[in-house]
Structure formats: C-alpha cells, structure tokens
C-alpha cells in the first residue's frame, strides 16, 4: 500500500489534490526545461515506446483520453507518430495547460488535440467514452489511487487499453545507488534553484518512493477489473509502463 505523500508538508488544511495544483501552476514556466534536462532527454524515448505499443496492441483508437497531460507532451507525440484519433489531454493544473495550448497552437494541432482542465478521480465523461487511456508521470498524483483507476476503468470502451508510465524504484547495482543519489540529492537542489519552488523536486523523489508499483500497482490495476496486466521496466527499473485492459472485444 503506498502512503500519501504531499509537496507542501506544512499546509495540512489543502487536499494533496490541490497542492499537486498549485506545485504545477509554480513549476509550469520551467517545467519542460527542468523535464528533459532532468532525464537528460530519456523521457522522450519512454513515451515513443508507450506509443508504440498502443500502436502495436490496439486497433485504431478513435478517442484517447491523455491524463495528467501536464503541456501536452504526450498528446502531440502520439499524433506525431501517426495515431491518427482525437485527444483528449486533460490535467489539474491550468498554468501547464497554458503552456500546452500555446505548444499545440504552435505545431497546428488544434484540431486534434484538446486540452481541459479536470480531475482524475471525477472525469467529466460519460461511460465508454474513449478507446484508449494514458498517463505518463501522474497516476503517482493521483489522491485517491483506486478511485482514479476506477474512473479510468469507466470511461473506457470494451477492450481498450491503458497505458501507464510512471518511475519506479531500481533494485539492482549501481543504477540503484546512482539514481538514488541523483533523485534525492541532486535533482531537488537544482530544481530549487531554476524553478523557484523549493517543494517541487523534493516531493518527486519522494512521491516515486512512495508509490505501489510493480507487482503491487498490478493488484491495484486487477482490483479496478483491468485484465492482461504488464509491467514493462525501462532502463534498469527507472522507469516502468503498465498496461491493462478493459474487458470485452479488443480495439
């Protein structure tokens, strides 16, 4: 079970759900700066891959529902890879949507993009809406864990697929022991300093500390009647993509 863990220890009258809010609303100027110099550019090939296998693994989805969008990186790979559907890229956080409009504006991908402000665990749609869910880097946010699966679960059509990324916690040496060092030490003193908030990049080692994966984010997925569940480590267990799907004819 993994425990809850908030970026602003001190504020204890907000909800996790409303700090994560604001954290993103703080960071969302520097946030694709801080993203890939942080992964050194890795978290790119991450996504390509989840793409990928929602290429491979599905028939073509009509409407993909992109969670925790943050500014849209997810949503303009997949269309750039040729899924040829309509997304739907949603976050809590309307200061990252901002930066996402304007990057999808950019790249002329208005029409097939839309990007909303909403919640995880109260998705403003109704049942077997999309042909395919994702979430890259955000399930870890969610407040409630199971309620956010089980809203995923419900707007999902008959066998389509989720695609989860999300950073794990390596096992094996040296990667566990250099990542370690890097997340906890590293990471959160130059985030501090080029972000300007100094909870940030503390809470992210320590919300990927506290998150059920593997095996245990398996059950949580199986107990939201997700079947055909995988865990797929990426780069010597740093990261992992989960995927699940919801029962009845495959898309």
């Given at each position: 079970?993994?425990?809850?863990?908030?970026?602003?220890?001190?504020?204890?009258?907000?909800?996790?759900?409303?700090?994560?809010?604001?954290?993103?609303?703080?960071?969302?100027?520097?946030?694709?700066?801080?993203?890939?110099?942080?992964?050194m550019g890795i978290d790119v090939l991450w996504r390509k891959k989840c793409i990928r296998i929602l290429k491979r693994e599905t028939r073509t989805p009509r409407t993909i529902l992109d969670m925790a969008t943050g500014t849209g990186d997810f949503a303009i790979e997949a269309v750039r890879m040729g899924l040829p559907s309509q997304m739907t890229a949603m976050d809590l956080?309307?200061?990252?949507?901002?930066?996402?409009?304007?990057?999808?504006?950019?790249?002329?991908?208005?029409?097939?993009?839309?990007?909303?402000?909403?919640?995880?665990?109260?998705?403003?749609?109704?049942?077997?809406?999309?042909?395919?869910?994702?979430?890259?880097?955000?399930?870890?946010?969610?407040?409630?864990?199971?309620?956010?699966?089980?809203?995923?679960?419900?707007?999902?059509?008959?066998?389509?697929?989720?695609?989860?990324?999300?950073?794990?916690?390596?096992?094996?040496?040296?990667?566990?022991?250099?990542?370690?060092?890097?997340?906890?030490?590293?990471?959160?003193?130059?985030?501090?300093?080029?972000?300007?908030?100094?909870?940030?990049?503390?809470?992210?080692?320590?919300?990927?500390?506290?998150?059920?994966?593997?095996?245990?984010?398996?059950?949580?997925?199986?107990?939201?009647?997700?079947?055909?569940?995988?865990?797929?480590?990426?780069?010597?267990?740093?990261?992992?993509?989960?995927?699940?799907?919801?029962?009845?004819?495959?898309?």
């Amino acid at each position: 079970m993994g425990r809850k863990v908030t970026p602003y220890t001190a504020v204890s009258e907000e909800t996790k759900k409303k700090q994560v809010e604001r954290m993103f609303d703080s960071i969302a100027p520097k946030y694709d700066f801080l993203n890939h110099f942080f992964s050194m550019g890795i978290d790119v090939l991450w996504r390509k891959k989840c793409i990928r296998i929602l290429k491979r693994e599905t028939r073509t989805p009509r409407t993909i529902l992109d969670m925790a969008t943050g500014t849209g990186d997810f949503a303009i790979e997949a269309v750039r890879m040729g899924l040829p559907s309509q997304m739907t890229a949603m976050d809590l956080s309307q200061g990252m949507l901002d930066v996402g409009i304007k990057k999808v504006a950019a790249k002329g991908l208005t029409d097939r993009i839309t990007l909303i402000q909403g919640d995880s665990e109260n998705l403003p749609f109704k049942d077997e809406t999309f042909d395919a869910y994702t979430v890259a880097f955000g399930v870890r946010n969610f407040e409630d864990l199971d309620r956010g699966l089980s809203e995923m679960y419900r707007v999902l059509t008959p066998g389509s697929l989720t695609v989860i990324l999300e950073f794990s916690n390596p096992k094996s040496f040296p990667i566990k022991q250099l990542f370690g060092f890097y997340f906890k030490h590293v990471m959160p003193v130059l985030g501090r300093l080029i972000s300007k908030d100094p909870a940030a990049y503390t809470y992210l080692p320590e919300s990927v500390k506290a998150f059920p994966e593997g095996a245990e984010f398996l059950e949580r997925l199986k107990t939201a009647r997700f079947i055909d569940l995988r865990a797929i480590p990426l780069t010597g267990g740093i990261a992992s993509i989960y995927l699940g799907r919801k029962p009845g004819a495959e898309k």
